[in-house]
């Protein structure tokens, strides 16, 4: 009886030093990207409002029937942007997926408390599971909700996987923001072309809809030509920034803020900060 009273204590106190020990664990840091998309009330209150401006536009375009879609035409460029025409086709609009209309909040939190960055294997693995821990973007659910009811049809474009279509169905409709329907209202990589460029898909979709209104968190959901290595951070924010890109945002193109990863996180100190906006001003004391 002895013995066991002492095995015993020795397990109790071995479970208290465990537990003071997971108490006095630093809790994992989580990135400021992440902090301000998922977390913080300025996050939420952004893609709120970008749904507002994308629901709002679509009704009235819907409404007028425009002439020109806001997909670029094939053989257009930076400096010189065509749009396809729309003729009898159907009214539809189209968004990305992964922080665009869902929140991929359980493969992030991973990414967080492992300090790691994506990796294809383990993106792959998400697709296949994560279809119950992810949430809508705010404000989407109910702006999509107010498009269909206008009869334009949601469609969604997305570089997830082609072969796991029923995962990423499911993804979306469970979050409330379908019914996604792969070939039909989702479109993946692997539909038209291999590789994840998106315009293949938007000429696809062009072929039977008229697109009034496009939704992402990339430039890339928007067109391939923001997406060409060889433009440099300057060049590709001057063109998104100037011209008749400049009249797109807010007016068919709509771009949701996302901080988290994405070619918009690139540049060295000569991209981000103009020589001549620099303080204290160079050579001063």
Not at 94 to 108: I, K, M, P, R, S
Not at 272 to 277: E, G, L, N, T
């Amino acid at each position: 009886m002895r013995r066991f009273t002492f095995l015993s204590g020795m397990l109790a106190a071995a479970a208290l030093l465990s537990d003071s020990a997971a108490a006095q664990a630093p809790a994992p840091s989580v990135p400021p990207g992440m902090q301000w998309l998922y977390g913080s009330g300025e996050g939420g209150a952004s893609s709120i409002q970008a749904y507002h401006a994308f629901r709002d536009y679509a009704l009235a375009a819907a409404r007028r029937r425009p002439r020109d879609s806001v997909v670029l035409a094939p053989g257009a460029t930076l400096e010189a942007p065509r749009f396809l025409p729309c003729g009898r086709r159907r009214l539809a609009v189209v968004l990305d997926v992964d922080e665009t209309a869902l929140q991929n909040l359980g493969y992030e939190y991973d990414s967080a408390i492992h300090d790691r960055g994506y990796d294809a294997p383990s993106w792959e693995r998400w697709e296949q599971t994560g279809a119950d821990a992810v949430l809508p973007m705010p404000g989407a659910v109910t702006a999509l909700q107010a498009i269909r009811r206008a009869g334009i049809a949601v469609i969604f474009n997305s570089n997830r996987l082609a072969r796991y279509a029923t995962h990423s169905e499911a993804a979306l409709n469970r979050a409330g923001l379908g019914p996604a329907r792969h070939g039909d209202t989702l479109w993946l990589q692997g539909d038209v072309v291999e590789g994840s460029a998106k315009d293949p898909r938007r000429a696809a979709i062009s072929r039977r809809y008229c697109v009034i209104a496009m939704a992402g968190d990339q430039l890339g959901d928007f067109s391939d030509l923001f997406n060409v290595r060889t433009l440099s951070v300057t060049d590709r924010r001057r063109a998104a920034t100037g011209g008749r890109f400049a009249q797109m945002w807010g007016a068919g193109w709509f771009i949701l803020s996302n901080p988290v990863y994405g070619p918009s996180l690139r540049g060295g100190v000569d991209d981000v900060f103009p020589a001549d906006r620099r303080w204290p001003p160079q050579g001063a004391n």
